[in-house]
């Protein structure tokens, strides 16, 4: 059975009949829903490139293309059609490391927020600038799950967000690799960025837990505005 939208006008001439589409109503669901496929495909490609600074390059320039034009950008509606980029460091080679992990089991580290509840599963250890580091290891409660590597440095507050940044959030598809056999995660700090309750207070957002800092500065990946 074909089926039409509903008839709108009869014009002037015997037998002609109008058809017009429905209205279009804007679903924020489905919007959401692209943006989350957009940001899957970014990261999918930046997987698949190079890791070197034209692929960073391209990144940002596709995020900020986000951040201006997508309906479920976390700016506030007034200040997109002035945004003109987020403010980055420049690429650091140095930025790029293949975390090891070990399972380590924790109940919910003191400071998490209730809105959105994870879990310590284990330690991140890594070398960055000559100093040796770890990160928690923390995974999103709930249908599916992720891994999230949130963490504050010493530019938090002053240079990037006070509440800190995410290096990985694999819910958001936020995820530049691992392997299980090897029991690796790749965390590149050129890639760090806010949560989106930096940019406007309305978004709910977890942030880094006290045992989430390192004690050098970061100077990779998004500062703050």
Known sequence: MKVVAPRTTLPEGEGATVYTRPPVVTSAYL???DWRRRVAAIFA???RRPPDADTLQWFRAQKDDLFKNHPQSPLPVDERARFGGLPYWPFDPAARVVAHFLPDEHEV???APAEVAFHRIGTLTFELHQQHLELPALWIDGYAGGLFVPFKDATSG???YGGGRYLLDTIKSADLGASA?????ILDFN???HPSCAYDPVWVCPLA????RLSIPVEAGEQSR
Not at 181 to 185: G, K, L, N, Q
């Open 109 to 111: 580290p003191q400071g």
């Open 31 to 33: 919007e959401l829903l």
């Open 191 to 193: 890639y760090a960025y």
């Open 158 to 160: 002053s240079l990037t």
């Open 181 to 185: 056999d090897d029991a690796t995660v």
């Open 209 to 212: 837990p006290p045992d989430s």
């Open 45 to 47: 490609e930046v997987r």
